[in-house]
Nanobody
Framework: QVQLVESGGGLVQAGGSLRLSCAAAGRTFSSYVMGWFRQAPGKERKFVASVSRNGDYTYYTNSVKGRFTISRDNAKNTVDLQMNSLRPDDTAVYYC????????????WGQGTQVTVSS
């Protein structure tokens, strides 16, 4: 089992940057595929990005490619999401997630952190 705590959300103007961090508590952090989801007001939660267990492979939803970068540090049990060129439609609650078996079912979720992008 793993506990996830996000930080780094806030209010930023369009075109600005934010860096989200997720600290994981529990054993064998490096055994989890890690990712980020987001939920905009009135909408379903959607996948944003993921990173493989050793950090070699990353995946992004099309709308954030070239703007967001996911990374992990297995020595520190952290996963970050660097968000650049933010747009108002990036406004959402962002969730850090963990997938134990790599099958795409993220069993563990953080409590979420709010990101608001003003125009």
């Amino acid at each position: 089992q793993v506990q996830l705590v996000e930080s780094g959300g806030g209010l930023v103007q369009a075109g600005g940057s934010l860096r989200l961090s997720c600290a994981a508590a529990g054993r064998t952090f490096s055994s989890y595929v890690m990712g980020w989801f987001r939920q905009a007001p009135g909408k379903e939660r959607k996948f944003v990005a993921s990173v493989s267990r050793n950090g070699d492979y990353t995946y992004y939803t099309n709308s954030v490619k070239g703007r967001f970068t996911i990374s992990r540090d297995n020595a520190k049990n952290t996963v970050d999401l660097q968000m650049n060129s933010l747009r108002p439609d990036d406004t959402a609650v962002y969730y850090c997630v963990a997938d134990a078996d790599g099958g795409g079912q993220y069993e563990y979720w953080g409590q979420g952190t709010q990101v608001t992008v003003s125009s």
